[in-house]
């Protein structure tokens, strides 16, 4: 076997260890899964082999479902269903059988977790009748498959809920929690956890002692933990549950309802009918929009920009050993925190040392909120602050691979820090600004090395947010982008690449969203059907609150600039008059001045301000949510095709992921472009001129939409990175 190795020893317990070549982690795939099946066979048949225990080579035990392999594989089943049902669900059942068969082999069968077991990993787990773990800090142990728009198809929405219950499996199966060994053998979804480097003999030892070889399920007169769903109180879970998950959800994600029906309808049945219904529902999942998008962008295109898919190939690997941060605010010390967490010598300067150490105190308050949650250590705050220089000096900037500017949103402050540090750094240093509306090419002009020069775009809170937005001037060189990319990489999170733009891709697009909020209230629509309509797209806050988020005075001093920097090709949004209404007339800036769309008391949640209603008058006919998650979704999906035609945007993968990742957009669509051709291009088109006859030219389809739907083409056949 190529996966997996055995050794029997002298008590007939044979080892079976889990060791996939040219590779850092175990994964299921087709190879992995047939070896399973083999040497289960093998294993069982033999009489000499009293028990098994299977445990892991690697660091990891099993990170799941080897999604670009499998993943197409089964997706390509569910979408010739039509030809050959049987062999489709024959396929996607593989898991189920395979497992089924290990679990009940006749022998004693343990799990030797040595580390991290997610989704089809901890699937394999749950197939063995006695789970130790290593007390591994590290270690997570969960079912995430729902994040990514699947849902569990090897056994985890049966096996799961019958060892916890309903309700403490849902968080698991539906949100795709992760739990740590200790407490995941509090909640009995392992029996014990013991020394790192005594899981195998622990294991061992279980099947020596005569370890059980039958399932709690397969045993008479077992009982749901809970009850099931005929028993009063695991009716109220379902009840509840499935309240939760709409009020949650609304209705957005196939795979989480399919989770809950097939738990629903396998808890009523025999095991092995559970676990064709699973598969069913499973099969069903695959064949949603939903699902292949959200494993497109979510988990396919995301790994394939973090391992630099945008990088120049012809550039060398790169490495920043030391890092330069000019502003220690919000966005400079969130920056300071993640570069130096990831190894990085950080020096950062600001103004006055109280700002700069300022700056550096963000560090421990993370870090002390870390340690009190014991995901992080007193010893390993050190270490990240002894990276850390706050100073106001210049001169410390000597040496330094790359620096990044995260001042105020000032050209000339901008210009004047530019020109101070590039007095001291290397002359093949690269520098960048963390802008995110200024243009690159603009503040590049201000540089002796206009082609070193280029945009790093965080987002806020930089230490939580997974995306980095790379905007590359119109001098921009390949070494300076490939730094940035290594330096993106090394810190962690998933970089895009943009073309230089007002606004760039996130920031621009992104703005739509709350202008079109803002607009719908200028024309009468209810403050609150706005805001319901906004969450019932999935975006994550609805869009009048997000104006509050983002300050409305900031939105409006944006527009004020652009109306100056462009004078005559100004095209004054309907957005304008209203945010410069509310903060010139009404003082209303914004969450952090207490006011602004909403209402923020000082002991109570924040409400809708009374006052909209009585400066926007209600139109007499209120239009249909419908219409208004169109109008708010759309609007988003025209603009990244904008983006996309107008080269601001060179690649579908970072137009998806750039979007979910940035600003949010609905991760159940997989991005705006898949978006668009899930709907169809010619649809899209369709609704978009509608919409322009009804509310303005904002909504008028682009030139190569229009070309687009004419030839019926889809944004990823057209544009394919790998056919590239």
């Known amino acids: ?163 916890l219950g309903v309700a403490n499996a849902g968080p698991l199966m539906l949100e795709g929690k992760e739990m740590k060994p200790a407490a995941a053998a509090a909640a009995g979804l392992v029996h014990k956890v013991v020394p790192a480097g005594e899981v195998i003999n622990e294991a061992k030892g279980w099947v020596k002692e005569g370890g059980e070889s039958k399932q709690p399920w397969d045993k008479d007169g077992f009982r749901i933990p809970g009850g099931g769903p005929h028993h009063p109180k695991g009716t109220q879970n379902f009840i509840v549950g499935n309240a939760m998950l709409h009020a949650k959800t609304f209705g957005n994600y196939p795979a989480q309802q399919n989770i809950i029906q097939a738990v629903y309808e396998g808890l009523l049945v025999p095991f092995d009918t559970a676990l064709r219904i699973e598969s069913k529902y499973f099969f069903k999942t695959l064949m949603t929009p939903e699902a292949r998008n959200m494993v497109r962008s979510l988990f396919v295109s995301s790994q394939e920009l973090g391992k630099g898919a945008r990088r120049p190939k012809e550039v060398g690997p790169t490495q920043v050993k030391k890092l330069g941060i000019l502003g220690a605010g919000m966005m400079g010390a969130g920056i300071a925190y993640v570069s130096a967490r990831a190894g990085i010598e950080v020096v950062l300067i600001d103004i006055n040392q109280e700002t700069a150490d300022l700056g550096r105190d963000y560090t421990t308050k993370v870090m002390d909120k870390r340690i009190s949650r014991g995901r992080d250590t007193e010893e390993k705050k050190q270490e990240i602050l002894g990276r850390i220089l706050a100073t106001t000096d210049y001169a410390h900037l000597e040496g330094a691979d790359l620096v990044i500017e995260a001042v105020i949103e000032d050209r000339e402050v901008k210009a004047i820090v530019t020109a101070q540090a590039e007095a001291v750094i290397p002359k093949d240093s690269i520098f960048a600004s963390n802008t995110s509306t200024l243009p690159i090419t603009g503040l590049a002009t201000r540089s002796d090395r206009p082609d070193q020069f280029i945009g790093i775009h965080f987002f806020s809170p930089v230490d939580k947010m997974p995306l980095v937005e790379i905007i590359k001037g119109e001098k921009t060189n390949d070494q300076a982008l490939a730094v940035a990319l290594d330096y993106v990489r090394q810190i962690r999170k998933t970089p895009i690449v943009v073309n230089d733009s007002r606004g760039f891709y996130t920031s621009r697009c992104f703005s739509t969203y709350i202008n079109e909020g803002i607009a719908m209230l200028k024309e009468g629509v209810r403050p609150a059907l706005i805001e319901n309509a906004g969450r019932a797209t999935g975006m994550p806050v609805p869009p009048l609150a997000m104006t509050d988020e983002v300050q409305i005075e900031l939105g409006y001093k944006i527009m004020k600039q652009t109306k100056e920097d462009l004078g005559e090709a100004f095209e004054e949004p309907p957005a304008y008059d209203v945010m410069e209404l509310m903060v010139k007339k009404f003082d209303r800036k914004g969450k952090n001045g207490g006011k602004g769309f909403y209402d923020y008391p000082e002991n109570g949640q924040k409400r809708i301000w009374p006052g909209l209603t009585e400066i926007f008058e209600e139109a007499d006919t209120q239009p249909d949510v419908e219409e208004l998650k169109t109008r708010l979704l759309y609007i988003q999906a025209l603009e990244t095709a904008r983006c996309f035609e107008e080269q601001v945007l060179q690649d579908v993968r970072d137009a998806d992921v750039g979007a979910i990742f940035g600003w949010g957009f609905a991760p159940y669509t997989g991005g705006p472009l898949s978006l668009i051709d899930t709907v169809s291009v010619r649809k899209f088109v369709d609704e978009c001129e509608r919409l322009a006859a009804k509310h303005g030219k904002r909504f008028q389809p682009s030139p190569l939409l229009m070309e687009m739907a004419q030839r019926n083409e889809s944004f990823y056949d057209r544009f394919n990175p790998k056919a590239a």
């Open 1 to 163: 076997m190529k996966n997996f190795s055995i050794d029997i020893d002298s008590d007939g317990v044979a080892l079976v260890t889990w060791d996939m070549p040219d590779r850092s982690m175990n994964v299921i795939n087709q190879s992995a899964l047939a070896e399973i099946a083999q040497w289960t066979d093998q294993l069982s048949s033999d009489d000499a082999v009293k028990g098994i225990v299977v445990t892991s080579g690697k660091d990891a035990f099993c990170a799941g479902a080897d999604l670009e392999e499998m993943g197409e594989s089964l997706f390509a089943a569910a979408a010739n269903a039509g030809a050959d049902p049987s062999s489709a669900f024959d396929q996607v059942f593989e898991l189920n059988r395979v497992l089924r068969e290990l679990e009940t082999c006749g022998k004693p069968v343990a799990a030797a977790i040595n580390g991290t077991a997610l989704g089809g990993g901890l699937e394999v787990t749950l197939a063995c009748h006695y789970r130790v773990a290593a007390d591994n800090p590290k270690a997570k142990l969960g079912l995430p498959e729902a994040k990514v728009g699947l849902m569990p198809g090897a056994g985890g929405t049966q096996r799961v809920p019958r060892l």
